[in-house]
């Protein structure tokens, strides 16, 4: 009986002395520095005015199901679900019209995603003028039943 203790006593030690690696998930914000936050009904207002629409998304998530028309500008991110950036993520602005006076909408999964806010951030950091986060992207997008492929 007391090798039971003692084996059990030595477990709850070790697995308590190993480190638990939650990943962190930040909520993203309501706003963006430099661009505009928008509900899913203005989103729709800019689709139905030719706004471009900006998929930060990974292409087989796009691939699944993206708003119509859509651009798929893939955000790759060093720490996904957080505000931090990484010298080392990458973002291809050059897949983004040339035209910096070109509205666009961004968007990912809604939050805790941040690849929409990302790219944003990185399309306004690039000099364009009119970028609008839609933070609560694809699934607020098909929860209204806006048109999607």
């Keep these: 009986m007391p090798i039971r203790s003692l084996a059990l ?9 190993v480190p638990v690696m939650a990943q962190a998930v930040e909520e993203t914000p309501m706003s963006i520095p430099g661009g505009t936050y928008i ?3 203005q989103a ?3 689709f139905d005015k030719g706004v471009v629409f900006v998929d930060a998304r990974v ?3 796009y691939a699944d199901q993206h708003i119509k028309n859509a651009i ?3 955000y790759k991110e060093t720490y996904p679900r957080e505000a931090k950036t990484d010298p080392a993520d990458t973002f291809n602005i050059d897949k983004l019209p040339k035209d910096k006076e070109k509205s666009l909408v961004f968007y990912c999964n809604g939050s805790p995603c941040w690849k929409g806010y990302k790219g944003a951030a990185a399309a306004i950091k690039s000099g364009y003028k009119q970028v609008y986060w839609f933070r609560d992207g ?3 997008w098909i929860a209204k039943s806006f048109p999607v492929e």
């Design 72 to 74: 798929n500008v893939v």
């Design 138 to 140: 694809l699934p607020a």
């Design 9 to 17: 006593a030595t477990h709850v030690i070790i697995f308590a002395c």
């Design 59 to 61: 292409a087989a998530e």
């Design 39 to 41: 509900s899913a009904d």
């Design 44 to 46: 729709k207002e800019q």
